[in-house]
């Protein structure tokens, strides 16, 4: 049976019609802009372009960025398998494992240069969980062992060094040698020492390293969230990031989609958290 979508002018399209234009979309428009953003000189991609289309060659390379780029063209290689897609993969896999990843600390700097190098190494458990997330659909995608490896690195600092079993939730940010420090990140233009955003995307980088490596220690990890999200939320209120200007809506939808992802993996989501106050009091 194929689901039926209504858009805001209330025209039902089904999903099996849905599919080849969103395709189409995909591959003829979407992945090539990100494809023309491929810095061929330096690594990666620009670090910044404008709503003119103006490439910014001088700025700084986030992280997330980079790595929300190895995730798309891992996993469209996966879906489609398009040579061109594998090659920007690859591109962009050797720029976060050889410019962004801390081979002295771990974990991945926030940003480096148009070059290459460090420019705020600051560690976000927020931008980890985008490598994580990345790493493991590389390795998903071709294979590479080596891949594997960096996601497992990641996923022990996260799970490690990250959580904060006294309060039962995910730290948000430490110096390059991991040394906690107040989040810089405003949650609605204020600090926040813990953010929904954050855990959200730690269970979907969770979910997709576990796809990977299906050990009972990381289906207790996912399960672990999956009871943060279901029985603390509620009581966050302004600890939990919110944004404004309409993208909570994209937020929920995220959510949703992790939560799909994440629901089939642990053989026990019954976590529960007793012991633990609600996060942010």
């Given at each position: 049976m194929s689901a039926v979508l209504r858009g805001a002018g209330g025209d039902a399209t089904t999903d099996r019609e849905l599919r080849p234009a969103a395709e189409t979309e995909l591959r003829h428009r979407v992945l090539p802009f990100w494809l023309g953003l491929a810095d061929r000189e330096h690594g990666g991609i620009h670090g910044h372009v404008d709503a003119d289309l103006v490439v910014d060659r001088a700025a700084d390379k986030g992280a997330v960025r980079a790595c929300r780029y190895l995730w798309?063209?891992?996993?469209?290689?996966?879906?489609?398998?398009?040579?061109?897609?594998?090659?920007?993969?690859?591109?962009?896999?050797?720029f976060v494992t050889g410019r962004l990843l801390d081979a002295v600390h771990g974990g991945v700097f926030w940003s480096v240069d148009r070059t290459g190098a460090p420019a705020d190494t600051d560690k976000h458990v927020y931008a980890q969980a985008f490598a994580l997330y990345a790493l493991s659909e590389y390795h998903r995608a071709t294979g590479d062992r080596d891949a594997l490896t960096r996601a497992t690195e990641v996923y022990e600092v996260v799970t490690g060094v990250g959580f904060d079993p006294a309060r039962g939730a995910y730290r948000e940010q430490f110096d390059r040698a991991w040394t906690a420090k107040p989040n810089a990140l405003p949650a609605e233009g204020r600090p926040a020492e813990i953010t929904m955003n954050t855990h959200l995307h730690v269970l979907e980088a969770l979910t997709a390293y576990h796809a990977v490596v299906p050990s009972p220690a990381v289906s207790e990890r996912v399960a672990e969230l999956v009871g943060i999200f279901?029985?603390?939320?509620?009581?966050?209120?302004?600890?939990?990031?919110?944004?404004?200007?309409?993208?909570?809506?994209?937020?929920t939808d995220a959510c949703a989609w992790?939560?799909?992802?994440?629901?089939?993996?642990?053989?026990?989501?019954?976590?529960r958290h007793a012991g633990h106050p609600p996060i942010g009091r």
């Open positions: 798309t063209f891992s996993a469209a290689y996966r879906a489609f398998g398009d040579p061109s897609y594998l090659a920007a993969a690859r591109h962009m896999y050797r279901r029985d603390r939320r509620p009581t966050c209120r302004c600890a939990w990031r919110r944004r404004a200007c309409g993208s909570a809506a994209t937020t992790s939560w799909c992802r994440a629901a089939p993996r642990p053989a026990d989501h019954g976590v």
